[in-house]
């Protein structure tokens, strides 16, 4: 009989201790550490266990991940196609199972790609009846897609929505999310998916958000997934993410870690963009009042300040000058006599510092996420702040209706 | 006899083939399976390496199976069992609709008055399937093609002694074989190897703590990987590992 080291004889330990090592130098990212332990896509991954792997940024074409347990991976900007073994390897939950589901019906399904290009290419108002005859168990007309069993025209559609598609499919494909998505775990897989392999497709993340958000807004699921839109890569999806999360409620229900994650370094532009179209929508007095330069339009994103500045002495003080300097000037221009006369006057700006405040404080109010900070954070002010708008929304309603009164009675008097 | 069990820590396979008590010529396969975990020890921390599924394959030579002598091989029953439950419900529901008019002309009063009655009744009938299933696990279970697999129910860690002079199955020799022979393989597949980290002070914790889930698995990889290669030697690793192997020539038959 021939046996037998312990594992302490056969394994090399320092072999084992190296690649700890070289391992903890690396970022985490799953490429960098395959690269690091020199691990072989086409061998050394079958029955493996990558359970909860983040697969970010990583070309997985020619993995040999058969009979492999990937429940629950998931990650952004992920490459893989056809010559990506997943044969045998439980997918369930992950980023992979809509794509696999696919792979399969059209291997096997040799209707799937006629049916396909029925629903891809077909008009979109004929797709949306047959839609609503599906989901809302009504008399089927369609042709083709009458053929198409409960699983294949989920996956069908669920394929769809990733596709380079109308408005029109793609708003009644999210209003049926949930009749497309046979379970809860196969509507996370899709949205894993889309997150996996469409995490460029700026707009189509974009529409999701929008679009799922206001229709399944208390889907826990819609709603998780939109907590974890809010850490993509791109700025205009994390945008979308920030403020669907802040209609819905789930920037209030989570108040401190959504706000933690707001406040970091890479929004400063999405913080900035807020402000500066709030400003605009306001007039340009407001404008003025958040950007250090007090420009009234015509503002560069840097001189736009951020969150933690506004209401900061230093940058009121900045825009005050600004602002009292511009009036000088244009007093200058239009009076040169006086100039010297008006010069000791403005040395205090008639737009104070406290002013500015308000004006800031009204900005808040009306920005998209800033306004549920600024409300949670500093309430009295915050209510201070709507109350002016309105106050002033009233104001300039009624001069307008007096206005519109004037020329009336201007009309019928010159009337022949 | 030839045993190979490559890590003594983690499996001890021993066969064994003796003439079974009834019927005669049928030989019974005896096979000891014994399994626990092992320790590596790095500098500073100490890995823990254990199993939590099996598969034992029995390759035969110039022999053949004797039909249901398998060891955990519950036979499904040719019928199921189930209970029908029938509920009958009666729904009666009555309806009674009453209206009254009056209308006032110049010409003088005239009032009229109406109704209406309805009796509605449905009969609803509901039945219920209900079906008994009894779930037995077997820790060693027969798969198809001389294949058994070894798990605990809920997947926990394998640990102890799991056949012991137990007849996996019985066969009988092949007329005019040339030679008889068994070959016994116990195999684990990485996904099936559990590599977690023993704590030895908090420094060495602090130590695992620091890589993120991705980073484990694929140390979990590597590491799968050295042990199929300290076996192997030679020879490209595909998921799964040989971790004992065993085979009995028989003498030939007086």
Redesign the interface.
Same mark, same amino acid.
């Given at each position: 009989?021939?046996? =037998? $080291?312990?594992?302490?004889d +056969?394994?090399?330990?320092e072999?084992?201790?190296a690649?700890?090592k070289s391992? $903890?130098g690396?970022s985490?990212? /799953?490429s960098e550490?395959?690269a690091t +332990?020199r +691990? =072989?896509p086409v061998?050394? /991954?079958? /029955?493996?266990? +990558?359970?909860?792997?983040? /697969?970010s940024m990583a070309d997985l074409r020619g993995f040999d991940f058969?009979? $492999?347990?990937l429940r629950g991976s998931y990650g952004t900007d992920i490459i893989f196609d056809s010559s990506t073994n997943f044969e045998g390897a439980d997918l369930q939950g992950s980023c992979f199972a809509s794509y696999y589901r696919e792979f399969l019906l059209f291997k096997e399904n040799p209707m799937a790609a006629r049916m396909y290009r029925t629903l891809l290419e077909g008009d979109p108002f004929e797709i949306s009846g047959w839609l609503h005859e599906r989901y809302r168990n009504q008399r089927e007309r369609h042709s083709i897609l009458k053929k198409a069993d409960r699983e294949t025209a989920a996956i069908l559609c669920q394929k769809l929505l990733a596709d380079d598609i109308d408005l029109t499919k793609r708003t009644d494909l999210f209003y049926f999310l949930r009749s497309i998505t046979t379970s809860r775990i196969e509507l996370r897989e899709l949205m894993l998916s889309i997150f996996a392999r469409q995490s460029e497709n700026t707009s189509l993340i974009e529409k999701f958000t929008t679009i799922a958000s206001s229709l399944h807004g208390h889907d826990p699921d819609v709603r998780g997934f939109i907590i974890q839109l809010c850490t993509a890569k791109s700025p205009r999806v994390r945008l979308s993410a920030f403020k669907a999360s802040a209609n819905i409620g789930i920037f209030m229900q989570n108040f401190e870690k959504m706000k933690e994650l707001f406040l970091c370094p890479e929004n400063v532009g999405i913080r900035k963009q807020l402000i500066l179209e709030a400003a605009i929508s306001l007039g340009r007095h407001h404008v003025a009042s958040v950007n250090r330069a007090a420009l009234l339009s015509d503002v560069e994103g840097e001189d736009v300040l951020d969150l933690p500045e506004l209401f900061e002495d230093a940058a009121g003080t900045k825009i005050s000058t600004a602002i009292r300097d511009r009036l000088v000037s244009i007093e200058a221009r239009l009076n040169p006599d006086g100039a010297s006369r008006k010069k000791a006057s403005a040395k205090s700006s008639p737009v104070t510092i406290p002013i500015i405040y308000e004006r800031q404080a009204e900005v808040l109010c009306s920005a998209p996420v800033l306004r549920t900070i600024f409300a949670r954070d500093k309430p009295v002010q915050s209510m201070a702040a709507k109350a002016r708008i309105a106050a002033r929304q009233e104001r300039e309603k009624k001069q307008m209706a007096e206005e519109l009164v004037r020329i009336k009675t201007w009309i019928v008097r010159n009337s022949p | 006899m030839n045993t190979r069990n490559a890590f003594s820590e983690l499996c001890e396979l021993v066969i064994r083939v003796v003439p079974s008590e009834t019927p005669e010529g049928e030989l019974d396969c005896i096979v000891e399976l014994r399994l626990a975990s092992g320790d590596v020890d790095l500098d500073e921390e100490s890995c823990e390496i254990s199993i939590s599924k099996l598969t034992l394959y029995l390759d035969l030579e110039g022999a053949i199976p004797v039909p249901g002598s398998r060891l955990g091989e519950p036979r499904k029953q040719q019928t199921s069992e189930m209970d029908r439950v029938t509920t009958q419900e009666n729904k009666v529901a009555t309806a009674f609709n009453a209206s009254a008019h009056a209308n006032l002309d110049i010409t003088g009063p005239a009032l009229g008055a109406s109704a209406s009655g309805e009796v509605k009744a449905a009969v609803q009938r509901e039945t219920v399937l209900t079906r008994h299933d009894r779930l037995v696990h077997h820790r060693v279970k027969a798969l198809p093609n001389l294949r058994w697999e070894v798990r605990e129910e809920d997947e926990s860690r394998l640990d102890g002694t799991y056949l012991e002079s137990d007849s996996l199955m019985r066969f009988t020799r092949t007329e005019r074989a040339n030679r008889t022979a068994v070959l016994a393989r116990a195999t684990v597949r990485q996904r099936d190897v559990a590599i977690s980290q023993v704590m030895k002070d908090p420094l060495s914790w602090k130590y695992f703590e620091r890589f993120n889930t991705t980073q484990r698995r694929l140390l979990n990889i590597f590491i799968a990987k050295s042990i199929d290669s300290a076996v192997r030697g030679n020879g490209k690793f595909v998921g799964e590992i040989t971790l004992s192997s065993a085979n009995i020539e028989l003498p030939d038959e007086e």
């Open positions: 009989m021939k046996s =037998d $080291a312990s594992l302490q +056969l394994l090399n330990p072999d084992i201790e690649a700890f391992v $903890a690396t985490g990212e /799953f550490t395959c +332990l +691990l =072989d061998r050394d /991954f079958r /029955f493996s266990d +990558l359970r909860n792997v983040d /697969f058969r009979g $492999a347990d | -």
